[in-house]
């Protein structure tokens, strides 16, 4: 017999003897994403596409896995980076990128400008609301077929 | 000496004690996210979430298609640099929005507040 060690909790109904990982809410075995820091702010965005940046400092050494939203307040709806908003359905012209660069292993910079900026040169200045996720994981590739 | 009182737990072979906090499986010093609903989407109509708040979110597009702005298979969120990071679902209090659908969406949806 293994001289195993860990600990297990498993979903109701499910046996603590199951071979399928998935009938686990917890499993030694398995890492689970561990939440680092979060934050939210906003920030003003010019209407000439001037860019706005937002500098994190986490000081974790590596590049942390990232998840970052941002708000359209014209339409009240969250999205999530990198972005363009809202969606250009003929009619509708993306107004706002937002984007993310591991600026190095301690910080990340999050990007806000105006996309088309020829189009809305001249245009008022937006606010865009923000929130970010900053995991403990590092450099998680993104998931593909 | 510190009065810290939680739970870690290693993975096979570390030492709780001394390991890196990126290298437990779990720690009760850190939040994890939690699966509060997941829908699947084979329409662009909105679909009401329930949950009475904005939802941290991620999601996972299927396509068929292969043009300019479509990469054949599985992607998480919204596709890469050739198709512009365009944005393909939103969420507001009440519902979650697909503005573009490819042949299907599945959307994560959090515990999290996105608006607190």
Redesign the interface.
């Known amino acids: 017999m293994a001289n195993e060690f860990g600990i297990k909790i498993t979903l109701p109904n499910k046996s603590e003897n199951s071979s399928d990982p998935n009938d686990f809410t917890l499993h030694s075995s398995y890492n689970m994403w561990k939440v680092s820091s979060t934050g939210s702010g906003s920030v003003s965005v010019a209407g000439d596409g001037t860019e706005s940046d937002v500098t994190i400092t986490h000081n974790l050494g590596y590049n942390p896995y990232f998840i970052v939203y941002a708000k359209d307040r014209t339409t009240g709806r969250w999205h999530i980076g990198p972005v363009r908003f809202p969606r250009n359905d003929g009619t509708v012209i993306e107004r706002v990128c937002v984007g993310f660069t591991y600026t190095d292993v301690n910080t990340i910079t999050l990007s806000f400008y105006r996309t088309f900026d020829s189009i809305f040169a001249g245009n008022p200045t937006e606010t865009v609301d923000y929130k970010y996720y900053l995991f403990l994981e590092a450099e998680l590739a993104p998931w593909t077929s | 000496m510190s009065n810290k009182r939680g739970i870690k737990?290693?993975?096979?072979g570390l030492d709780v004690l001394t390991a890196a906090?990126?290298d437990?499986?779990?720690?009760s010093e850190?939040?994890?996210?939690k699966v509060a609903k997941i829908l699947h989407f084979t329409s662009t109509t909105p679909q009401a979430h329930g949950l009475g708040y904005?939802p941290?979110?991620?999601?996972?597009t299927h396509t068929d298609i292969v043009d300019a702005f479509d990469?054949?298979?599985?992607?998480?969120?919204?596709q890469?640099y050739t198709a512009?990071?365009?944005?393909?679902?939103?969420?507001?209090n009440s519902y979650v929005?697909c503005?573009?659908l490819g042949t299907e969406i599945y959307v994560i949806l959090f515990i999290?507040s996105?608006?607190e």
Request: without cysteine.
């Open positions: 737990i290693g993975r096979p906090d990126k437990l499986v779990w720690s850190f939040n994890t996210p904005v941290a979110f991620i999601f996972m990469t054949e298979g599985w992607t998480l969120n919204n890469g512009g990071y365009v944005t393909t679902v939103s969420v507001d929005y503005d573009y999290d996105l608006d």
